[in-house]
C-alpha cells in the first residue's frame, strides 16, 4: 500500500496532508474544502483549492449535472478537508457513490497549514 493511504472507508481513503500538498502542487490532486462561505471568510482556503460548500456538492460536482465543475472528473484524484475531517469524510463518501475512483480525506484545513500548505484569503 503507498505511504499516503492509511484506511479506507466507503470508498474514501486518508491521505496524509504533506502529500496532499505535494501532489496538489504537482497538478496530480485536486482538493476541495467543504466548509461554509463563512468559515472560508474568516480563514481562507487552501491555496488552489476549490471551494464547494458540501450543501452544494451534488450540483457542483455530480459528473451528470450541468453545473458541474470543469476542473472535476471522475478519473482524477480529489482530496477534500473541512474543519476537522467530518463534512469532508461524508463528502468523499457522496463523490464515491457518484463514480469518481480516488477520492481523499485530508482532514482539517489545519492539517493543511501544519504540513506546509499555502493558505489563500
Known amino acids: 500500500m503507498p505511504s499516503f493511504l492509511s484506511s479506507k472507508s466507503g470508498g474514501v481513503s486518508k491521505i496524509a496532508a504533506r502529500d496532499a ?3 496538489c502542487s504537482l497538478g496530480d490532486l485536486v482538493v476541495i474544502d467543504v466548509r461554509e ?6 480563514t481562507g482556503k487552501a491555496a488552489g483549492a476549490l471551494h464547494v460548500p458540501l450543501a452544494a456538492l451534488r ?13 472535476l472528473s471522475c478519473d482524477r484524484p480529489v482530496a477534500l478537508y473541512c474543519a476537522s475531517g467530518g463534512r469532508s469524510h461524508m463528502a468523499g463518501q457522496m463523490l464515491a457513490g457518484m ?5 481523499y480525506n485530508i482532514g482539517g ?7 506546509g500548505g499555502a493558505v489563500a484569503r
Open 59 to 71: 450540483m457542483r460536482c455530480d459528473p451528470s449535472s450541468p453545473e458541474c465543475l470543469a476542473e
Open 37 to 42: 462561505g463563512a468559515e472560508v471568510a474568516a
Open 21 to 23: 500538498v505535494s501532489r
Open 109 to 115: 484545513l489545519g492539517d493543511w497549514i501544519s504540513a
Open 99 to 103: 463514480g469518481y475512483r480516488e477520492v
